[in-house]
């Protein structure tokens, strides 16, 4: 029986949780083909509890899972899994949406792949962005070396800093690989992301420029949003069948090829909810003492940016945000302009105390 946690789950290493087992689903390059997106929703409502989160980092998680060989089996049919546990966790990769096939972001992700097995141990988290599409576009993202393209230069930068190498094409992973080797052989013990390695470098700073996108139109088809990432089955079997294929992204949202209004169900115009971050909270997480969703749909309308969070570890948002609820013990922690494991302003906060701590 599995009753591991503490990691972001896979397919191949999945997670215990409040509600049962988490299974990720890892798309290649964010996209999923009609058939395959509608094969995961299938699992999703015969072997899970028929929901699914659409991740911060572009992946799928089946929740409630029952019998997870099912779902192994189901996953493998569809060309879904990793060789091994290795490949799966080295594979942390967050790709622009908006890549067409054989252009620069599918060449480079390809490279990309045909490297990782031979990148240094790194923590579970480590994360690459392929950010080389029109213009960078995953700066808000989690991610830790990121390959950017600005006009027609292409760069290499570490998260949180605010220099990058200039490369060439052909350099690009050469240099990217360099640069998580240094990584892997100079951090000090508590450094497990970029950030805080540069940070201890002294070399960090705001990079200007972040990307904020809405639902609507778009070249490959239409963004389609849900709120928190939060679906069901049906959500995604109504996105399957509304495109010829589906692109996850990091913003709650995906873009349905082909598609020219959102699916029933979806969100297809601009919406506060969007805008906000929540994970699971109680019961889902067995880390968390609090609900998280309902709180953030009624505080999303008047907090743009609001994060709500059922513990410490704030796995639903990578930044900082301007207003972020922790909970503890039942009720919540006020953290203004930070992260959810930043100290608070204020404890103990009941939902009835937030409008005049907030203020």
């Known amino acids: 029986m599995i009753t591991v946690k503490g990691w972001c789950p896979g397919a191949l290493k999945p997670m215990m949780s409040g509600d049962g087992l988490i299974v990720r689903v890892r798309a290649w390059q964010g996209r999923l083909s009609a058939e395959q997106a509608a094969g995961v929703a299938d699992l999703a409502a015969r072997f899970g509890s028929g929901l699914i989160d659409l991740t911060s980092r572009a992946n799928l998680q089946i929740r409630g899972v029952r019998d997870y060989q099912a779902v192994l089996d189901g996953m493998a049919a569809l060309g879904l899994l990793d060789d091994s546990v290795e490949v799966e966790t080295r594979r942390n990769i967050l790709t622009q949406p908006f890549w067409e096939p054989g252009d620069l972001t599918d060449r480079l992700g390809r490279i990309l792949l045909d490297v990782l097995p031979m990148l240094p141990d790194l923590p579970p988290k480590f994360g690459f962005a392929l950010d080389t599409g029109a213009e960078p576009v995953l700066r808000d993202d989690p991610a830790d070396i990121r390959l950017e393209r600005i006009g027609d230069a292409l760069y290499v930068r570490r998260d949180g800093a605010t220099v990058a190498d200039s490369v060439s094409e052909e350099d690009a992973v050469p240099v990217l690989f360099d640069?998580?080797?240094?990584?892997?052989?100079?951090?000090?013990?508590?450094?497990?992301?970029?950030?805080?390695?540069?940070?201890?470098?002294?070399?960090?700073?705001?990079?200007?420029?972040?990307?904020?996108?809405?639902?609507?139109?778009?070249?490959?088809?239409?963004?389609?949003?849900?709120?928190?990432?939060?679906?069901?089955?049906?959500?995604?079997?109504?996105?399957?069948?509304?495109?010829?294929?589906?692109?996850?992204?990091?913003?709650?949202?995906?873009?349905?090829?082909?598609?020219?209004?959102?699916?029933?169900?979806?969100?297809?115009?601009?919406?506060?909810?969007?805008?906000?971050?929540?994970?699971?909270?109680?019961?889902?997480?067995?880390?968390?003492?609090?609900?998280?969703?309902?709180?953030?749909?009624?505080?999303?309308?008047v907090i743009p940016g609001l994060h709500v969070s059922g513990c410490t570890k704030g796995c639903a948002r990578a930044r900082p945000a301007k207003i972020t609820l922790v909970g503890r013990d039942g009720r919540f922690d006020l953290v203004k302009n930070g992260l959810a494991g930043d100290t608070p302003t204020e404890r103990g906060l009941t939902p009835n105390d937030l409008p005049q701590a907030i203020g």
């Open 179 to 301: 640069v998580a080797q240094q990584f892997a052989s100079m951090r000090a013990p508590d450094q497990r992301r970029m950030r805080d390695f540069v940070s201890a470098e002294g070399q960090s700073g705001d990079v200007l420029g972040a990307y904020h996108t809405q639902p609507g139109p778009c070249e490959q088809g239409f963004l389609a949003g849900i709120p928190f990432g939060a679906l069901t089955a049906d959500d995604l079997r109504r996105a399957a069948e509304a495109g010829s294929a589906i692109r996850l992204t990091p913003w709650r949202m995906v873009l349905i090829e082909g598609a020219a209004q959102a699916p029933e169900g979806w969100l297809g115009t601009p919406d506060p909810r969007l805008t906000a971050d929540a994970c699971p909270g109680a019961p889902y997480c067995q880390e968390a003492s609090v609900e998280t969703r309902p709180l953030a749909l009624e505080l999303a309308p």
